[in-house]
């Protein structure tokens, strides 16, 4: 199943669109729905995405897949080949990546991702919690690396 990310005609809230107006027209929020790039990215994660920017290996990106372009999914762009770039998910038991569609041409790649706030999902809200809460609060937002995971 392909890490997807919301279209912003499905959910202008959550979606991968351009935040409107001044300097930061070139960024955009994206929602991380499945689990292709788990550890680095886990499904209810956000990413702060900039459009247009250069990509460059062991970038984490979002982009058209390329059977299906309607559909936005996320990926580690592994290394530049002739038209394109080869991707793929860090969680090495999902395929759904180059080597399943091979090499993803630069018009269908779209944004390039920057910060990842993780989700709050699951935490419970109580006294007892605070622990879980703190942590949680330590690690939500973390600048993506261009650690190259997906070999």
């Known amino acids: 199943m392909p890490e997807r990310v919301r279209e912003p005609e499905q959910d202008s809230g959550g979606g991968a669109e351009p935040v409107r107006g001044g300097p930061l027209r070139s960024f955009g929020l994206a929602e991380v729905y499945n689990p292709s790039m788990v550890p680095t990215l886990r499904p209810g994660d956000h990413l702060v995405v900039r459009y247009g920017a250069v990509v460059r290996p062991g970038d984490v990106v979002v982009l058209r897949h390329p059977f299906r372009q309607d559909l936005l999914i996320v990926k580690r762009a592994v290394e530049r080949r002739d038209g394109g770039w080869w991707v793929r998910g860090d969680n090495p038991y999902v395929e759904n990546d180059s080597r399943e569609f091979g090499t993803v041409p630069d018009d269908l ?43």
Request: avoid cysteine.
């Open 109 to 151: 790649v779209i944004a390039r991702a920057w910060l990842r706030v993780r989700s709050p999902r699951g935490l419970q809200r109580s006294p007892r919690a605070a622990l879980a809460w703190g942590s949680w609060a330590l690690s939500a937002v973390r600048p993506l690396s261009r650690r190259l995971r997906a070999r």
